[in-house]
């Protein structure tokens, strides 16, 4: 099916997520030789996870994900590519196009806390996230199922509830404004 580019809505590459073997080895060489920051840290889906950033505006532009296999070459070590759209309206109609698809599959949408993200499988089975910043940080990882039928306002009011209660919260400002004191030299 062709689509009609000018309906898409714009998309920003924003991050990427690798499977790794050794975690600690390997957020150590990105923090030490590339200068990454580490954000947040946790275990989701039997793995253990670390987010790292070098932007102070991005909770994460990389994340590392233990559970890589012990074969080597391409394709072995992509954990996921995501894309940032810049509203919820965005993540509903790339909801619809990939709905409309038979070659893809595993559509998921989760709430973060900090983004609302819409995740499915390419055609070759691999992971693709499109995903829209909330107005606030919680420690990662963190994830909910939610409805991108409900409207933007209750989606907000939703999240909004759920993040105040947990350790951490804050706004994304605020802790981007910490986060920069991190980052910088």
């Not at 039928?149 to 907000?156: G, N, R």
Request: charged share 20%; hydrophobic share 35%.
């Amino acid at each position: 099916m062709l689509l009609n580019m000018t309906h898409l809505p714009h998309l920003t590459l924003r991050h990427l997520g690798m499977f790794v073997r050794d975690i600690e080895r390997m957020s150590g060489f990105y923090k030490e030789v590339l200068g990454f920051t580490q954000t947040d840290s946790g275990h989701v889906r039997g793995h253990d996870v670390v987010f790292l950033t070098r932007d102070e505006k991005s909770h994460h532009q990389l994340v590392m994900e233990t559970g890589r296999s012990e074969h080597t070459g391409p394709g072995f070590g992509l954990q996921q590519i995501s894309f940032q759209v810049s509203a919820l309206e965005d993540l509903r109609v790339m909801h619809a196009l990939v709905k409309a698809r038979s070659d893809v599959g595993l559509i998921q949408t989760i709430d973060h806390g900090n983004a609302w993200s819409l995740y499915f499988r390419d055609p070759e089975d691999n992971r693709v996230e499109i995903y829209l910043d909330s107005p606030w940080y919680i420690p990662q990882p963190y994830g909910e199922v939610f409805n991108l039928d409900s409207t933007d306002a209750e989606i907000h009011a939703c999240t909004f509830q759920k993040v105040q209660a947990i350790a951490g919260y804050q706004t994304m400002g605020h802790w981007q404004e910490q986060l920069a004191q991190q980052i910088k030299p």
